[in-house]
């Protein structure tokens, strides 16, 4: 069974940073992309950043310059670097992965179970 751990959320002041982590765990062929989402409330779940296998990688406009994400294939990680946070920054943040179980399926996506981020002073 493919499970996804989130970890690093937490309160913040406005201009601090977090670090988010996201650990892939069980039987499984590849990981294609792997990526976080945030859903603030009353707001649907959006797309913060991805990064697929090959390396290329997609940001959403509102944290161009301020977030980073990397992996590492090693250890079927994903990290969030989250720079200069603002208010508006505050949600609940969830990991993605697309992952292929066995060789010449089509993978499927898994989430994780969400981690809070609050910037508040």
């Known amino acids: 069974q493919v499970q996804l751990v989130e970890s690093g959320g937490g309160l913040v002041q406005p201009g601090e940073s977090l670090r988010l982590s996201c650990a892939v765990s069980g039987i499984i062929f590849s990981i294609n992309t792997m990526g976080w989402y945030r859903q603030a409330p009353g707001k649907q779940r959006e797309l913060v950043a991805s990064?697929?296998?090959?390396?290329?990688?997609t940001y959403t406009d509102f944290v161009k310059g301020r977030f980073t994400i990397s992996r590492d294939n090693g250890k079927n990680t994903v990290y969030l670097q989250m720079n200069s946070l603002k208010p508006e920054d505050t949600a609940v943040y969830y990991c993605?992965?697309?992952?292929?179980?066995?060789?010449?399926?089509?993978?499927?996506?898994?989430w994780g179970q969400g981690t809070q981020v609050t910037v508040s002073s």
């Open positions: 990064m697929v296998s090959g390396g290329s990688i």
């Open positions: 993605n992965a697309r992952v292929q179980l066995r060789p010449f399926r089509n993978p499927n996506d898994y």
